[in-house]
C-alpha cells in the first residue's frame, strides 16, 4: 500500500514536470537558429572580404541549421542582406509560439517574430 502511494506521488510529480521541461527544451533550442545565423553571418562577411559583393557567396549558406531544427533562408543584394530561420517542418521548434522567425542583417542587427529579441535572443 505504501509502495502505491509513492508510486503515485511520483506519477503526480512527472505529470506536473514533464510540460516545464518540454518548454525549456525548446527555449534551449532556440540556440540552434542563433548559432546557424552567426555562423552564417561570419560567413558572409568573410566573403564579403573577398568578393566584394554578397551575391557572390550566397550558395555558402546552409539550407539548415546543425541540429537541423530550423531552415535558413538568405536574401542578398550587392552590399547587404538579412538572414532568416524559420523552424523545420516536423521540428519540436514549431511548436514556439513566442519565436517563428529569427533574422539577423548585414549590420548585426537581430530581430524576431512574433515575441520581440528580448524573449527571443535573450537580450
Known amino acids: 500500500m505504501e509502495l502505491l502511494i509513492v508510486l503515485a506521488i511520483v506519477v503526480i510529480l512527472v505529470a506536473i514536470a514533464y510540460p516545464f521541461y518540454g518548454q525549456y527544451q525548446v ?3 532556440r540556440s540552434d537558429a542563433h548559432a546557424a545565423l552567426l555562423a552564417s553571418w561570419s560567413t558572409l562577411e568573410r566573403c564579403f572580404a573577398e568578393e566584394l559583393d554578397y551575391r557572390a557567396c550566397q550558395e555558402r549558406v546552409p539550407a539548415v541549421s546543425e541540429q537541423g531544427l530550423y531552415q535558413l533562408e538568405v536574401e542578398v543584394e550587392s552590399s547587404r542582406f538579412l538572414l532568416r ?13 513566442h519565436c517563428q522567425v529569427f533574422t539577423l542583417d548585414h549590420r548585426g542587427e537581430r530581430g524576431s517574430e512574433p515575441e520581440g529579441t528580448e524573449v527571443c535572443w535573450g537580450e
Open 27 to 29: 527555449r534551449a533550442d
Open 85 to 97: 530561420a524559420t523552424p523545420a517542418p516536423g521540428s519540436a521548434q514549431e511548436d514556439d509560439e
